[in-house]
C-alpha cells in the first residue's frame, strides 16, 4: 500500500480485510519448524514474563467480542497482571468484530490508534505496509510451540516476514440434539444428500434445521462456500483470474440449497446473523445448525446455573462434521491474528506481550477458558486437554488435521478480490437469492458472474 494512495481507495481496500472466517490450506496441516540453533541467538533464561525493553509505557490492544465471554475476561485479566507486572498501562478494548475493519482504516489514516489489533483472516498480508515485523517473536515462539501449521504463513507472512501472530483457529460442525434424531428414527449424516433427508424428517416433526443466509462475517459463508465446493462449483478458475461461477455445478448447488431449505431449515435463517441461530438452538427451536462450539459452551456454563432447558440441551447435544458432497467435504476455516502497527510508540512492549501472550502455558490457559471453541494453531495443541476430556469436542479439533480446508478465492491464490467477493457476501446471497425466490437458480448464478467479474479484473 502506497503511503501516497487517496483516502477513497484506501478505504475500499480496507474493506478487503473485514473480519471473518480465515482459511486453511487443503494439504494436510504440517508443521513450520522452528528455527535451527544456529539461526537462533544464544539461548539465555526467559521469565514467565519477558521484561520490557522500553521500561514501561502504555499499550492499547483492540480485539473482538468473543463469542464466548470466559475468553475475553481471562485475556483481560492476563494481560492485567503482565502489565502490572511490566509497569506497562495495558487497555484492552473488545468489540463486534464486524466493526474492527473500519476502526483500523481510521487508525491506520490517522497514524494513531491502538498498538496492537487482532482480526481474521490475511489482513496482515493485506496491509503489510503499516505493520511491524514480527518474525522476532514468531520465530520464539515457534520454538517453544514446536512450529506453526504450514498454512499459517499464507496468512501472516509477507515479503518474507511474519506480520502477524496467529492466535486462534475456529472451525464449524454442526451442534445437534441427539434425543430428537434418536425420537425420529435418524442419525447424523455423513453426505449432504442424507443431510437433506434428516433435515426434512426434523421439519416435520416441528423440529428443523437452521442456517443463517445473511450478512455476518461467520455461520453464512462458512456454510455456503464449502455447500458450493462440495457441489463442484468455484468462483474462479486455478488463475485467480477468470470467473467461473456461472456453471453447471454451481446451478446443481443453488438448485439443491432451493430444495434442502425448503424441505428441511428454518425459514427465518434468511435474516439470521451468527448469533440468532445460536439464540434458537438454545430456545429448543431447532435440532441442528453449524456453530463453532459456543452453543455447547454456553448451555454448559447456564446448567451450571441452574438452568434446566440449558442442562438438557447441553446432555442431549453432540456435533458431527462437515457432510460431504460429490466433490468432497471441504470446510471453510477460521483463523484469527494479530499485529503491532507500525505507528507505535511502544513496540517492544507490544512484542513482548505477544511473546507472553504465546508461551505455551499461557496460551494453553487461554484456550482451555474457552474449552475448545478456538483451536490452536501449533499442532501439539491437537493435544489440547478439552479434546481429550470431552470427546464431543472430537470434530473441531479434527477440522485441523483433516486436510480439507480451503480457502476463498480457492482453486485461485489467495488475493484482495477474494476477500472483496467475501465482504460483498456474493457468494451468500447468490443461494440467498435463490432460496427466497428472488432469483431462479440459473438467473442466481448469471447474478453472481456479473458482479465477480466487477471484481476479478
Not at 278 to 284: H, M, P, T
Not at 296 to 317: C, I, L, P, Q
Not at 416 to 426: E, P, S
Request: charged content about 25%; some cysteine.
Amino acid at each position: 500500500m502506497s503511503s501516497k494512495i487517496t483516502r477513497r481507495k484506501f478505504l475500499t481496500i480496507a474493506g478487503t480485510a473485514t473480519a471473518s472466517t480465515a482459511l486453511a490450506a487443503c494439504a494436510a496441516p504440517t508443521a513450520v519448524p522452528a528455527p535451527k540453533p544456529a539461526e537462533q541467538k544464544p539461548a539465555e533464561a526467559k521469565p514467565a514474563a519477558p521484561a520490557v525493553a522500553t521500561g514501561g509505557g502504555s499499550l492499547s490492544f483492540l480485539t473482538w467480542t468473543n463469542f464466548v465471554p470466559e475468553m475475553d475476561t481471562k485475556l483481560d485479566q492476563m494481560t492485567k497482571a503482565w502489565g502490572d507486572k511490566n509497569k506497562v498501562d495495558v487497555k484492552v478494548e473488545h468489540i463486534n468484530i464486524n466493526d474492527i475493519p473500519a476502526r483500523r482504516a481510521a487508525a491506520i489514516q490517522a497514524k494513531t490508534g491502538p498498538d496492537l489489533i487482532w482480526d481474521s483472516q490475511n489482513w496482515g498480508t493485506l496491509f503489510k505496509d503499516v505493520l511491524v515485523d514480527v518474525s522476532d517473536v514468531m520465530n520464539e515462539a515457534a520454538s517453544a510451540n514446536g512450529g506453526w501449521y504450514k498454512w499459517t504463513e499464507q496468512f501472516c507472512k509477507a515479503d518474507g516476514q511474519w506480520k502477524t501472530v496467529p492466535h486462534g483457529f475456529s472451525g464449524g460442525t454442526f451442534i445437534y440434539r441427539t434425543d430428537l434424531f434418536k425420537q425420529n428414527g435418524v442419525t447424523a449424516p455423513k453426505t449432504y444428500d442424507e443431510f437433506i433427508k434428516v433435515a426434512e424428517t426434523m421439519k416435520k416433526a416441528g423440529k428443523p434445521f437452521g442456517q443463517a443466509v445473511g450478512h455476518s462475517f461467520g455461520d453464512p459463508p462458512g456454510f455456503w462456500y464449502p455447500f458450493l465446493w462440495a457441489h463442484g462449483g468455484k468462483e474462479v478458475n486455478e488463475d485467480g483470474k477468470t470467473v467461473a461461477i456461472n456453471s453447471p455445478d454451481t446451478v446443481m448447488a443453488i438448485e439443491k440449497a432451493v430444495d434442502m431449505y425448503k424441505r428441511g431449515f428454518a425459514d427465518a435463517g434468511l435474516a439470521w446473523d451468527d448469533s440468532a441461530n445460536n439464540r434458537s438452538y438454545l430456545a429448543e427451536e431447532i435440532s441442528a445448525t453449524e456453530n463453532g462450539a459456543s452453543i455447547y459452551f454456553v448451555a454448559g456454563r447456564d446448567a451450571a446455573k441452574g438452568d434446566e432447558r440449558a442442562k438438557r440441551v447441553r446432555e442431549n447435544s453432540d456435533h458431527f462434521a462437515k457432510p460431504a458432497g460429490p466433490k468432497g467435504a471441504p470446510i471453510l476455516a477460521g483463523g484469527y491474528y494479530t499485529g503491532i502497527m507500525n505507528y507505535s510508540k511502544n513496540v517492544n512492549a507490544a512484542k513482548d506481550l505477544l511473546r507472553y501472550l504465546m508461551q505455551p502455558p499461557t496460551y494453553l490457559e487461554w484456550m482451555e477458558s474457552g474449552q475448545g471453541y478456538l483451536q490452536g494453531l501449533a499442532p501439539k495443541y491437537e493435544d489440547q486437554p478439552i479434546f481429550k476430556t470431552d470427546p464431543k469436542m472430537k470434530p473441531f479439533v479434527d477440522n485441523l488435521k483433516s486436510g480439507n480446508a480451503l480457502w476463498l478465492g480457492w482453486p485461485g491464490p489467495l488475493s484482495a478480490a477474494a476477500f472483496r467477493v467475501y465482504n460483498n457476501y456474493t457468494i451468500v446471497d447468490m443461494f440467498a437469492k435463490a432460496i427466497s425466490g428472488e432469483l431462479k437458480p440459473a438467473d442466481a448464478a448469471k447474478w453472481a458472474e456479473d458482479q465477480l467479474k466487477n471484481v476479478y479484473k
